[in-house]
């Protein structure tokens, strides 16, 4: 019975070896959604970006001839200052640069930066390729073009710093859409999935994958052009805010 033990435990470390060893990295945790609260969201608004701020959410709405960039009312969905973006631009992520917001279009190449408290434009920045979602750690931007890519970029000039390929249980994960950069992690929406991870950006590796789906569900959406996309943080109270396309509701939730 002794010499057992250590045998079982040897066995116990050489098959997590080979689990970590068959795909090059550990696999990834799998978490669910608790919701905390549920509130209104304009079904109209194409949700592209989404992000907290002094107790309001601000929204980037896309489409051609429909985007915008909108300040909201969390408890009544009510949108109390917004701004168009006209065609031909489709916008997309968003986020908070201090006291500036800059909104990403998709395929224009063009980043619109606006004053947080007025909306008024403060100029434009360019890139090359497709934007898709923007997060802030307070020290760079990351950005997503669709791909497995996450690009880290200069918060003064917009410059690409680096990039890291982002991995699944050792394989690229493509489709990397809206992002909430939190407590160092990058959160990334998945385009076409109900499933948002948890990136460490230093390696790329997915740390965790959540399963939103049961959010879908409760509002019964069936459009497939509706999928989930939007997530903000509230760093104060700990919790995320969570979204989709063209969704009637906005959840406060947790994950775990």
């Known amino acids: 019975m002794r010499g057992r033990r250590p045998l ?7 098959a997590l070896a080979l689990t970590v060893g068959a795909c090059g990295e550990r696999p990834a945790e799998r978490l669910e959604v608790v919701v905390l609260a549920q509130h209104p969201h304009d079904r109209f608004a194409f949700t592209q970006g989404l992000l907290e701020a002094d107790g309001y ?16 009312e969390l408890a009544t969905g009510e949108v109390v200052r917004g701004r168009s973006v006209p065609a031909p631009y489709f916008a997309e992520g968003l986020e908070r640069v201090g006291d500036e917001l800059w909104q990403l279009t998709w395929r224009s190449g063009v980043l619109f930066r606006y004053d947080l408290e007025t909306f008024e434009p ?22 997503t073009d669709g791909s497995a890519t996450l690009f880290q970029r200069d918060p003064a000039t917009f410059e690409v710093r680096r990039s890291v ?30 499933e948002i991870v948890r990136i460490d950006p230093a390696s790329g590796r997915v740390e965790a994958v ?8 409760s509002l019964g959406i069936t ?32 994950f775990e």
């Open 8 to 14: 079982r435990t040897a066995l116990a470390l050489a």
């Open 57 to 72: 959410l601000y929204e980037s709405t896309g489409l051609v001839g429909r985007s915008s960039l909108r300040q909201v």
């Open 122 to 143: 403060l100029g434009e920045l360019r890139y090359e390729g497709e934007g898709w979602g923007l997060c802030f750690d307070g020290e760079a931007l990351w950005m």
């Open 165 to 194: 390929t982002v991995s699944l249980d050792g394989k690229p994960l493509p489709r990397l859409n809206e992002l909430e950069c939190v407590e160092g992690k990058v959160y990334a929406n998945v385009w076409l999935s109900d």
């Open 210 to 217: 959540i399963d939103a789906s049961p959010l879908r569900r």
């Open 223 to 254: 459009d497939r052009d509706a999928v989930l996309n939007g997530i903000a943080y509230d760093a104060g109270r700990g919790v995320f805010f969570v979204t989709g396309k063209l969704w009637p509701a906005l959840f406060e939730v947790r």
